[in-house]
T-cell receptor, first 115, second 116 residues
């Protein structure tokens, strides 16, 4: 079974631009979560999508948004990029239902550098 | 709020020796705990989880973890370390959210270095 895939793997943007990152979950997984990883803040939860609906959102500004498609693939968008948005963005999928205890499986991440 | 703490930024151990990576947790209600490993320029790989049941949980690559409710700890262990175990290890706690979903709250990570 193929794992979680993320595209692109690396991205360089300049301040003020916007960026879209893509995630394809493991086949059959309906929940997709996004995390941001930085040396200073560590791993932080961005949001979770299930059945095309955002169920939960972390403490990030509105410049960070996402969506999920009917095939469970997900995209996240960051508008008006700031230098501090430079990070590894990780996508994770799981066989999520209510009160789910299944583990999340992570993709390799997209390394975003903002210049 | 749910949280986990990893008190050691780095752990050094000689190959063949046992290793322990420490994690303590603070949760309201039942804890759902996880260990993940991250190799350079890679995503996180799931190692093991504790939901309920036996306090000793066995996972991938020979790793195990011991859940201790009285000490609120969930330490990761391996009887005999390998150089290839050198990586960044994260402890995490699952938070069930009111929207019906959940999220992982991670510790700050512990860099494990296994030397010959």
């Amino acid at each position: 079974k193929a794992g979680v895939t993320q595209t692109p793997r690396y991205l360089i943007k300049t301040r003020g631009q916007q960026v879209t990152l893509s995630c394809s979950p493991i086949s059959g997984h309906r929940s997709v979560s996004w995390y941001q990883q930085t040396p200073g803040q560590g791993l932080q939860f961005l949001f979770e999508y299930f059945s095309e609906t955002q169920r939960n959102k972390g403490n990030f500004p509105g410049r960070f948004s996402g969506r999920q498609f009917s095939n469970s693939r997900s995209e996240m968008n960051v508008s008006t990029l700031e230098l501090g948005d430079s990070a590894l963005y990780l996508c994770a999928s799981s066989l999520a239902e209510l009160a789910d205890y299944n583990e999340q499986f992570f993709g390799p991440g997209t390394r975003l550098t903002v210049l | 709020a749910q949280s986990v703490a990893q008190p050691e930024d780095q752990v050094n151990v000689a190959e063949g020796n046992p290793l322990t990576v420490k994690c303590t947790y603070s949760v309201s209600g039942n804890p759902y705990l996880f260990w993940y490993v991250q190799y350079p320029n890679r995503g996180l790989q799931f190692l093991l989880k504790y939901i309920t049941g036996d306090n000793l949980v066995k996972g991938s690559y020979g790793f195990e973890a011991e859940f201790n409710k009285s000490q609120t700890s969930f330490h990761l262990k391996k009887p005999s370390a390998l150089v290839s175990d050198s990586a960044l290890y994260f402890c995490a706690v699952r938070t069930i959210l009111t929207g019906g979903g959940n999220k992982l709250t991670f510790g700050t990570g512990t860099q494990l270095k296994v030397e010959l």
